[in-house]
């Protein structure tokens, strides 16, 4: 896949209730940020780079397209809906503002394998489904505005009206031995392990 072919969206729509109200994008890995960090990995990866939030005020120093939800939900899904609505591109590869450790080379693995004939290519680990870290394209759009307006926030379950393409835990490990893509920091004990990481990372 192109530069061209897919977008880059990052998803900074939520509360942060369990980092009592830290905002999660801008916390530091030295002197830069995780969403400074993210947004130079996605500028290698992607012509364009969208970032879906409901306070774009506090990105304005960031050299992102910011945009809002289009729909009165506060969710993940609502957050996947409104990047690839805005995207430029038939396909866009989606993650949270969380991950830290999102590996180019993982990313890379997703991209190869995205082609007309699907709409989904998303990991799958041992623990599930890794839905914040990987391509759609827009046909997805009309089922996740129907699950939306029936009040269905979780994002898998529009799943079997596209067609969906697994990426095994093996093909995954061969690009991220440890998939430690897929680490995101929801309290602050992932804050303290994250930051343990990555002064010995």
């Known amino acids: 896949m192109t530069i061209t072919s897919c977008a880059g969206i990052i998803l900074a729509g939520g509360l942060n209730r369990r980092m009592a109200g ?3 994008a ?17 500028r290698d990866l992607f012509e364009q780079v969208v970032l879906v939030t409901n306070n774009p005020m506090e990105y304005l120093s960031y ?5 809002t939800d289009l729909l009165p939900i506060r ?8 990047g690839l609505f ?9 993650t949270a503002c969380d991950m830290p450790f999102l590996k180019k ?5 997703l991209l190869n394998e995205a082609d007309p004939h699907w709409d989904v290519i998303i990991p799958r680990t041992d623990e ?3 839905p914040l870290c990987a391509v759609y394209s827009k046909r997805c759009l009309k089922p996740i505005e129907d699950q939306l307006n029936r009040g269905d926030l979780k994002i898998s379950n529009f799943f079997s009206r596209v067609k969906v393409k697994e990426i095994p835990e093996a093909d995954l490990r061969a690009a991220d031995p440890e998939l430690i893509s897929f680490f995101n920091i929801n309290t602050q004990g992932d804050l303290a392990r994250f930051r343990k990481w990555s002064v010995h990372g």
Do not use: P, W
């Open 86 to 94: 805005y995207a430029q591109t038939e396909r866009v590869f989606c």
């Open 105 to 109: 080379e993982l990313v890379q693995v």
């Open 22 to 24: 830290q905002n999660k």
């Open 26 to 42: 801008l916390l530091s890995i030295g002197n830069q940020s995780i969403l400074g960090c993210m947004a130079v990995l996605f």
């Open 75 to 82: 969710s993940s899904l609502t957050g996947l809906h409104s």
């Open 63 to 67: 050299d992102l397209a910011l945009v």
């Open 128 to 130: 599930g489904f890794q």
